[in-house]
């Protein structure tokens, strides 16, 4: 009975966050690797596209709470998500042809688009602040469990509950459905192979007879749709925080570069490995310990080897690690 208490106990604090957390890294990765595969340079301002869209959605959903509109027992977050991509869709076309179009024109080399893309980073930043302010916003509704540790205690009969969140179920579901788009994309349709061979060979795509212009478009079109989505999804499941978006630029980076920076795969399974190292490091393992361990062997400590405030810092050490030992990456991307 000990052993199921320390599995599900293992399951509720570690297993379950791990993977929501990580559906949500793999998508905020897939669009920083989409952008260095096809434009060729890092963008820094991600997390905070990630935010504007995120912010499109919130004030869309308030829009619709205050009409009396609800998707009864899911967020009505979900009914808002097109309003928000397609806010964000606006933002980054416009963002492209008054910024990143001039030095792209000019052949400027990658380290000058860094430099602007943190300057576009901190306007957008200082914009969505400025809309929506800098604190707190919740914006979830509908059931906040699918199971409650309640309700499992009661069928199963265990001294530990199993929790299952909404915002968790929808975080999963979403993330396999929006990647098996996105594949599906890349690897059956005109464009998506366009863009495969734009990233491929720039010069031959071009002799190809395939459209730069397009190609550029259709990049900056799913970047935000998969910002958004991963932003709404973050935000339904912790809360939507202007300045948190920019911290997870850390997180993301470190899975698309763990993955291998361009692979979109690797992006996908990077955003798992950051997710489950911030995890299991900051998790205070005395509860499964003292479920899993005989009487004599209980630790007294919390067993955690760092501070949750530190969660952060568990991406960056990973980042350095790799980019020291393998800077491919664990599926071979492009070299940073």
């Not at 001294?159 to 909404?166: D, P, S």
């Not at 980076?253 to 955003?271: C, D, E, K, R, T």
């Not at 005395?286 to 969660?311: F, R």
Request: proline share 4%; aromatic share 10%.
């Amino acid at each position: 009975m000990d052993a199921l208490n320390a599995i599900v106990a293992l399951a509720n604090f570690v297993l379950v966050p791990a993977i929501a957390y990580g559906s949500q890294l793999a998508l905020g990765a897939l669009g920083v690797t989409l952008i260095y595969g096809i434009l060729r340079f890092s963008n820094f301002a991600h997390g905070d596209t990630m935010a504007f869209g995120t912010m499109v959605t919130v004030l869309a959903t308030w829009g619709l709470q205050a009409m009396g509109v609800s998707l009864g027992p899911l967020p009505t977050a979900l009914l808002a998500l097109p309003v928000g991509i397609l806010g964000c869709m606006a933002l980054v076309l416009v963002t492209d042809r008054a910024v990143y179009r001039f030095y792209r024109a000019q052949k400027a080399k990658p380290v000058i688009l860094v430099i602007v893309s943190i300057g576009v980073m901190f306007i957008m930043n200082g914009l969505v602040r400025f809309i929506i302010g800098p604190g707190d916003q919740r914006f979830a509704d509908g059931e906040r469990f699918i199971v409650s540790a309640r309700t499992f205690k009661d069928m199963t009969g265990l001294e530990e509950g199993l929790a299952i969140k909404t915002t968790q179920g929808i975080t999963v579901i979403t993330a396999v459905i929006v990647v098996a788009l996105l594949f599906w994309f890349l690897n059956r349709t005109r464009s998506g192979k366009s863009m495969r061979a734009y990233s491929d060979n720039e010069d031959l795509a071009l002799l190809s007879g395939i459209n730069p212009d397009r190609v550029v478009m259709i990049t900056w079109l799913i970047v935000a749709a998969l910002a958004t989505v991963a932003g709404v999804l973050y935000g339904l499941d912790k809360s939507f925080k202007p300045f948190t978006y920019f911290q997870l630029l850390l997180p993301i980076f470190a899975s698309a570069i763990v993955g291998g920076l361009g692979n979109p795969i690797g992006a996908i399974a990077g955003g798992f490995v950051i997710a489950f190292s911030e995890v299991t490091i900051t998790y205070a393992w005395k509860k499964v310990l003292g479920y899993a361990l005989p009487e004599s062997l209980e630790p007294e400590g919390l067993v955690q080897l760092l501070s949750t405030d530190y969660k952060f810092a568990v991406s960056f050490v990973i980042l350095l690690i790799v980019l020291l030992f393998r800077p491919t990456g664990l599926f071979r991307g492009k070299a940073v």
